[in-house]
């Protein structure tokens, strides 16, 4: 089993920058794909990125690609999402989740986090 603790959520003026952690316990943290997802208030849960084991491989929503980063660091158990040019619409709270395949479905996923919330103000 792997626990999932997100961390770096805050408030931001738009246009600005944050940094998400994923830290993740136990040995295995490298055996699972992992990715982002966020939720707004009255949506659903919407996949952000993903990377596959090695982080190698990433896959972006379109609606961040080329703004967001999403990375991992085996040996720290911790994956990341670097966030630039923040906008209003991407304020949500953002989940990490772990899982055996990279994918876009929440459904893909056996662990999640309990959620960090970022705020962009305009």
């Known amino acids: 089993q792997v626990q999932l603790v997100e961390s770096g959520g805050g408030l931001v003026q738009a246009g600005g920058s944050l940094r998400l952690s994923c830290a993740a316990s136990g040995r295995t943290f490298s055996t699972y794909a992992m990715g982002w997802f966020r939720q707004a208030p009255g949506k659903e849960r919407e996949f952000v990125a993903s990377?596959?084991?090695?982080?190698?491989?990433?896959y972006y929503a379109d609606s961040v690609k080329g703004r967001f980063t999403i990375s991992r660091d085996n040996a720290k158990n911790t994956m990341y999402a670097q966030m630039h040019n923040l906008k209003p619409e991407d304020t949500a709270v953002y989940y990490c989740?772990?899982?055996?395949?990279?994918?876009?479905?929440?459904?893909?996923?056996?662990?999640w986090g309990q959620g960090t919330q970022v705020t962009v103000s305009s």
């Open positions: 990377t596959g084991r090695s982080g190698g491989s990433t």
């Open positions: 989740a772990a899982g055996p395949t990279s994918s876009r479905y929440p459904q893909a996923y056996y662990y």
